[in-house]
Nanobody
Framework: QVQLMESGGGLVQAGGSLRLSCAAS????????MDWYRQAPGKQREWVATITSGGTTTYAESVKGRFTIARDNAKNTLYLQMNSLKPADTAVYYC????????????WGQGTQVTVSA
């Protein structure tokens, strides 16, 4: 079983920055893709960004140019650097990972709240 734990959320003013982290633990042989999603109140969960094991990144249009996804494979840790934050970025942010442990897995973290005030 692979567990993901996010950290780094909080309250920030519009235009500010936050850095989220997500640490994976458990029986991990390899992690393929790692992703960030977010869910705002009353809305469906939406994809934010993905990074492959080789470092290829893709972003939702709404965050492109402002957010940067990165990973440290040695530490099995995922990051999301969020700059120029907007009130519309307010949401619970979740990390997701897929890979191989004792068997194929895809796991979700418990989420971390990001609140951006106007």
């Amino acid at each position: 079983q692979v567990q993901l734990m996010e950290s780094g959320g909080g309250l920030v003013q519009a235009g500010g920055s936050l850095r989220l982290s997500c640490a994976a633990s458990g029986s991990i042989f390899s992690i393929n893709t790692m992703d960030w999603y977010r869910q705002a109140p009353g809305k469906q969960r939406e994809w934010v960004a993905t990074i492959t094991s080789g470092g290829t990144t893709t972003y939702a249009e709404s965050v492109k140019g402002r957010f940067t996804i990165a990973r440290d494979n040695a530490k099995n840790t995922l990051y999301l650097q969020m700059n120029s934050l907007k009130p519309a970025d307010t949401a619970v942010y979740y990390c997701h990972a897929a890979g191989l442990g004792r068997s194929y897995f895809h796991s979700w973290g418990q989420g971390t709240q990001v609140t951006v005030s106007a």
